[in-house]
């Protein structure tokens, strides 16, 4: 077998992170700060420059407006997510090798901070799946940063969202931090109901990279 390249992210050294994860090959991140910027700011217009390449590559003009439209909605869709405490997000494109198309598997990773009561971290971790209803699925774990409490849930966008009606897919893992005031939620959101033992692995498998203290002691 051959090795595997790890690619040490720029944000290790960061002073002001949270935690540490690692992502496995198939995960694109977004950079919310860049994407979700205020207008008529310097920020804004380097993303005019970043995206001029690609409105100047359109055929048409319809097809500008269509791109500048999706921008648009995606913009709107990361907004609503950090809002609710999102701080990361990831968009995951694997194939389907189990076939029998062998199509692209398309999938959302978010990473996202709740405010809790304190308690001791594996009662938060509970608490978390077992008040917000609609979980299945639940499991509890021990992994290197602590207590994790993993689930499912299946959601539908709202009929006046325009977004197509498929059922959603939402593995979570709860995550409480040390200082037993908050939690982390781990979500892979896929619409391939029917890969949820392969998407449930990959959260597994990123779970178990979690580290609440600097593992590289860089950042300090």
Known sequence: MGSTAITVHESVTDPQAE????????FLTLP????????????????????????????????RQQFVALVASGQQALGALREHGTVHCSVGLHR?????TYA????????SWQETNVAPRAVTAARAVTAAG???????EEVPCGPVVLSETTVRCAAESGLPQHP??????????????RLAVFTVSAVSGARREEYRAVLR???GTVRFEDPLGVAS
């Open 32 to 63: 919310l700060t860049d994407l979700l910027v205020e207008p008529d700011t310097s920020a804004a217009d380097a993303l005019a420059v970043a995206v001029a390449p690609l409105l100047a590559a359109a055929p048409d003009e319809g097809a």
């Open 96 to 100: 389907d090798d189990v076939g029998p």
């Open 19 to 26: 935690l540490w994860f690692a992502e496995p090959a198939g």
């Open 168 to 181: 959603v897919l939402q593995v979570h893992a709860h995550l409480p931090h040390p200082d037993c005031r």
């Open 134 to 140: 609609g979980h299945t699925r639940i499991a509890f």
């Open 205 to 207: 498998g990123i779970v």
């Open 104 to 111: 692209p598997l398309l999938s959302l990773f978010t990473i």
